[in-house]
């Protein structure tokens, strides 16, 4: 006998991991203040940091003269997009459109489509637990699991800012369509690839005194000791700075006229091993222990 279900009510696990635990990849429009979900089936992060330098050559030199120009972060997310019934692929299609539909400008009304006529270019914040997100939001409530109600609400308050490079939209033709009516078809599996630019609208970079300007940059675990903190912590507890040197930031026993410390010098905090730092997760996970994410074969949802 044939399986039925109530098609208007079907809802999976996954749902409510995703729900729950924020494993979810978040979007918001920024011209338009519109947000997407989409459940977190990632198959593929990367999160690229390339420094930029200009270089010239010079005659008699072996190696050009380098400025330093900029550093650019760039990510690139592949997910699945999984549709569990006949429904939940009409709404993964209708997401779909919207978020393609989002990579255009916002003309004035009534105005021809040049550049002239461009009010607001296609600017997104994205959120997507603490691997992409913003991190001055951090500590306020937006950075863990859940939170946040309503499509692309997470990313609103704590996305990080930047624009996409394009999307690819790739349905799974093996795993089949909804074929509720004639030239319709609603994917069952849809891949979506996409290049996220980053836009810095924080601090970052160090400062003179050798802290970093942005604690939690970038997935909310970073927070530096500036240089005086670490020769006063690891390389001279016993060393207390003097108020001429707090108030005007000057060098610390062993460093140079200039304040800045040599390698030998240089201190370096020890790294915390995994096992004793407390992994986030669901309420009664362990030390140690990393967080469950929903890793289900696609393939069993479209059974």
Not at 164 to 180: C, L, N, R, V
Not at 252 to 281: C, H, K, N, R, Y
Request: proline letters at 8%; aromatic letters at 12%.
């Amino acid at each position: 006998m044939a399986e039925t279900r109530n098609e208007s009510s079907y809802s999976d696990a996954s749902t409510a991991i995703a729900n729950t635990f924020g494993y979810m990849i978040n979007i918001f429009h920024i011209p338009t203040s519109r947000g997407l979900s989409f459940k977190a089936w990632v198959q593929n992060f990367s999160d690229s940091y390339q420094s930029n330098w200009a270089t010239e050559e010079s005659y008699g030199k072996m190696d050009p003269i380098a400025t330093f120009q900029n550093t650019r972060r760039t990510i690139n997310i592949t997910w699945d997009v999984v549709a569990g019934n006949l429904s939940e692929a009409v709404a993964n299609m209708k997401n779909c459109e919207m978020l393609f539909s989002m990579l255009y400008p916002t003309y004035e009304s009534g105005g021809q489509d040049n550049a002239s006529n461009i009010l607001q270019a296609p600017l997104f914040k994205v959120k997507f637990v603490n691997l992409i997100t913003d991190p001055t939001a951090w500590g306020s409530g937006h950075s863990g699991a859940g939170g946040s109600t309503g499509p692309g609400n997470a990313a609103a308050s704590a996305g990080l800012l930047g624009y996409f490079g394009g999307f690819e939209y790739t349905p799974d033709f093996e795993a089949g369509f909804y074929t509720p009516e004639a030239n319709r078809l609603y994917p069952k599996l849809v891949t979506l690839s996409a290049e996220f630019n980053v836009l810095h609208n924080f601090p970052v970079g160090w400062n003179e005194m050798g802290g970093f300007r942005k604690d939690n940059f970038p997935y909310g675990g970073f927070k530096p000791q500036s240089t005086r903190e670490h020769k006063q912590s690891v390389a001279n507890p016993e060393y207390t700075p003097t108020p001429e040197e707090e108030n005007a930031g000057q060098s610390l026993p062993g460093q140079g006229e200039s304040g800045g410390m040599s390698g030998a010098d240089q201190p370096f905090e020890t790294p915390v091993p995994l096992s004793d730092q407390q992994i986030g997760g669901p309420e009664g996970f362990v030390t140690g222990e990393p967080a469950p994410i929903p890793m289900v074969d696609a393939g069993e949802m479209l059974s």
